[in-house]
């Protein structure tokens, strides 16, 4: 079998783009950490900290709107259904405006209980309330950014995620440091920026949106009918999507809290090993993104052994990927953690759980992958469902906590990963064979 076919090179037309603006998001928090932390007290940088999770972890909650539209739009695309193109668009569309709007009118009681939850230090819940208080005026171009990357990944427009977050979090970056350094608003300034960073990235995601729209053949008449239809098959998709991202939520801010547990120089460590796990998710999410899109247009079209052949590709390449970290990783990990931390003692206990971060390339490719058949499919139950599985063989092997310490924490987030992979692999063996899979 070839190791390069043209299914392979199609998956990284549509990857490499998502790679790489991946990597504008770190970029963006440590650009972010650099001007808040220029300011005369730390109560500032732990403000925007806490503002930044609180207000990430919700909209993370919403990324429902861009899986489900992405998988619903390559489906449209497959089966060259115009007005099918054209609702895939427009209904979570309104959804997410209507979200968002319904975000500022409620932002005042939404910032007090984050604040409740947060707990800590007055001054810098003081500081996170700012940054709250403005973030939330931001939820409309958040969620509405959301659904136009879905769609325009659905239609495979590859230059679309380079272009809106490379637009993004170039506005934000600009925007920081005029309205923080330059005009001393601190907190606020970072909130703003932020904020208007995401509707300048709704304008340039809508003028793209045209574009395409006009490329289809799809009129202003047709997206103005197209907001009717079966609504309800996108909600039960949404809600299933929402649940699996809750518990993967919940799992992740887990290995912070219970990190937390086992000392403040495990939470350091651990904290830097989140780097590795988040670079390498970075490029198997392009791949996951890619398989969505190719995966859907072939479910659209009803085509089998198109399907096929773009799972195969996806995994040849993206094995590869994960094998090429799992090495460079092992050649290169205690190098890569000296450059993070100069501490001679965080360093040595770092480097101490550094083979899970060579495990990890493995044994989670698979389930990005699938996830990203799945999104194409829209088959929502299945992913909630696995991701359940996932979440009950996490916690329970926490439970080697008392023996294992932090060792058993790093296998507990293998073991999530894992069965992710394999839960939802069983379900897709399932249904292929029993020619079920175009039937959801």
């Given at each position: 079998?070839?190791l390069?076919t043209?299914?392979?090179r199609?998956l990284?037309r ?7 603006s991946?990597i504008?998001v770190?970029?963006l928090?440590?650009?972010d ?7 005369d007290?730390?109560?500032y ?5 806490i ?8 909209f993370?909650l919403?990324l429902?709107l861009?899986?489900?539209?992405t998988?619903?739009t ?5 089966a060259?259904d115009?007005l099918a ?9 309104l959804?997410?405006?209507?979200a ?5 009118l ?12 947060a ?6 819940l003081?500081q996170?309330?700012i940054?709250i ?7 409309p171009?958040t969620?509405a ?10 239609v495979q427009?590859a230059?679309?995620p380079?272009v ?14 005029w309205?923080?350094?330059?005009l001393?608003w601190?907190v606020?300034?970072a909130?703003?920026?932020t ?5 300048v990235?709704l304008?340039?995601?809508?003028a793209m949106v045209?574009?395409?729209l ?7 008449a047709?997206?103005?009918?197209s907001?009717r239809?079966d609504i ?5 998709l949404?809600r299933?999507?929402m649940l ?7 799992c ?12 403040p ?11 590795f796990i988040?670079?390498?998710a970075?490029?198997?999410?392009g791949?996951?993104y ?9 479910y659209?079209?009803?085509d ?5 052949a ?12 994960a094998?090429?970290?799992a090495?460079?990783?092992a050649a ?5 953690v000296?450059?993070l931390t ?5 360093r040595?206990l770092?480097?101490h759980?550094?083979?899970w ?6 044994a989670g ?5 699938l996830?990203g058949l799945?999104v ?7 992913m909630r469902n ?5 979440a009950?063989?996490?916690f329970?092997t926490?439970l080697?906590?008392?023996w294992?310490?932090n060792h ?5 987030v293998?073991?999530?990963?894992a069965?992710?992979?394999v839960?939802?692999?069983?379900i897709w063996r399932r249904?292929w ?8």
């Open positions: 079998m070839r390069f043209a299914n392979d199609q990284w549509l990857a490499l783009p998502m790679i790489l991946n504008t770190p970029l928090g440590l650009v950490t650099a001007v808040i932390g220029h300011l007290s730390p109560v940088l732990g403000g925007v900290a503002g930044a999770t609180i207000t990430s972890f919700v993370m919403l429902f861009r899986m489900s539209t998988g619903i390559a489906q449209a695309f497959g060259r115009p193109l054209a609702r895939a668009l427009t209904q979570p569309l959804m997410a405006l209507l968002g709007a319904l975000f500022i409620l932002r005042d009681p939404l910032s007090a209980l984050a604040g409740r939850l707990g800590g230090n007055p001054e810098v003081a996170a309330a940054f208080h403005i973030r939330w005026l931001s939820a171009a969620l950014n959301m659904v136009l990357l879905g769609w325009l990944l659905g427009y230059r679309a380079v809106l977050l490379v637009v993004g979090n170039a506005v934000n970056i600009l925007l920081d440091l309205l923080v350094l330059g001393k601190g606020a300034g909130a703003t920026a904020a208007l960073a995401e509707y990235t304008a340039v995601g809508l045209w574009r395409v006009k490329m289809r053949g799809i009129s202003l047709m997206l103005k009918k907001w239809g309800r098959r996108l909600l039960r949404n299933d999507i699996r991202s809750l518990l993967l939520q919940l992740f801010a887990s290995l912070t809290l219970i990190g937390a547990r086992l000392g120089e495990i939470v350091a460590a651990n904290a830097v090993l989140l780097m988040t670079f390498t970075y490029a198997l999410d791949f996951a890619a398989v969505e899109a190719v995966s859907g247009e072939a659209g079209a009803r089998g052994d198109r399907l096929l773009v799972w195969q590709a996806a995994c040849r390449q993206a094995g590869m990927v094998l090429a970290f090495l460079f990783y290169s990990g205690e190098a890569i000296a450059m100069s501490l001679a003692s965080l040595q770092v480097d759980y550094l083979i971060q060579i495990i990890l390339p493995l490719v698979w389930c990005y992958l996830d799945f194409g499919a829209t088959r929502g139950r299945e696995s991701m359940a599985i996932a009950l063989g996490y329970l926490l080697t906590l008392p294992l310490g058993g924490l790093w296998l507990a293998t073991v999530f990963l069965l992710r992979g839960s939802l692999w069983l249904e064979r029993l020619s079920h899979w175009f039937n959801s």
